[in-house]
């Protein structure tokens, strides 16, 4: 299961499932040089990391590499909520407090994702039948 992302991967990989394309370390540094300082190594190592780590893939371009996304960051979120849904203790207890915690539009994405998950498969899992 992944690791949540550091600030500085978290900010590249933000880059990376926004534009949705192969990207250069130096477009990564342009768009984050916008709000902070940093160095063209220290995106680079970063990317590099991400690669290493199985976030991110490359294919060299000339003298550089371009990098894209392995997952999306929707498979990113899920896989955090997962890891740490399974590290409970009592998920059915986790999940009440963790959709108490949800607004109005956050439950209804969850029954819509549940509509959508019984549309594929009607068996369903047993317990969201009927709601």
Same mark, same amino acid.
């Given at each position: 299961? @992944? &690791? @949540?992302?550091?600030?500085?991967?978290? /900010?590249?990989?933000?880059?990376?499932?926004?534009?949705?394309?192969?990207? *250069?370390? &130096?477009?990564?540094?342009?768009?984050?040089? &916008?709000?902070?300082?940093?160095? $063209?190594? *220290?995106?680079?190592?970063? %990317?590099?990391? #991400?690669?290493?780590?199985?976030?991110?893939?490359?294919?060299?371009?000339? &003298? /550089?590499?371009?990098?894209?996304?392995?997952?999306?960051? +929707? /498979? $990113?979120? +899920?896989?955090?909520?997962?890891? /740490?849904?399974? +590290?409970?203790?009592? @998920? +059915?207890?986790? #999940?009440?407090?963790?959709?108490? %915690?949800?607004?109005?539009?956050?439950?209804?994405?969850?029954?819509?994702? #549940?509509?959508?998950?019984?549309?594929?498969?009607?068996?369903? @899992?047993?317990?969201?039948?009927?709601?």
């Amino acid at each position: 299961m @992944p &690791r @949540p992302l550091g600030d500085l991967e978290d /900010a590249v990989m933000t880059r990376v499932w926004e534009w949705n394309r192969p990207v *250069t370390v &130096r477009e990564v540094l342009e768009d984050l040089a &916008r709000d902070r300082t940093i160095a $063209y190594t *220290t995106v680079m190592t970063v %990317m590099d990391n #991400l690669r290493q780590k199985g976030w991110l893939r490359r294919e060299a371009d000339g &003298r /550089a590499y371009r990098y894209e996304a392995v997952s999306t960051r +929707a /498979a $990113y979120s +899920a896989a955090l909520m997962n890891e /740490a849904w399974a +590290a409970s203790d009592n @998920p +059915a207890e986790a #999940l009440v407090h963790f959709f108490g %915690m949800m607004s109005p539009e956050q439950r209804e994405a969850v029954r819509d994702a #549940l509509r959508i998950i019984q549309s594929v498969d009607p068996s369903g @899992p047993p317990e969201a039948e009927g709601r």
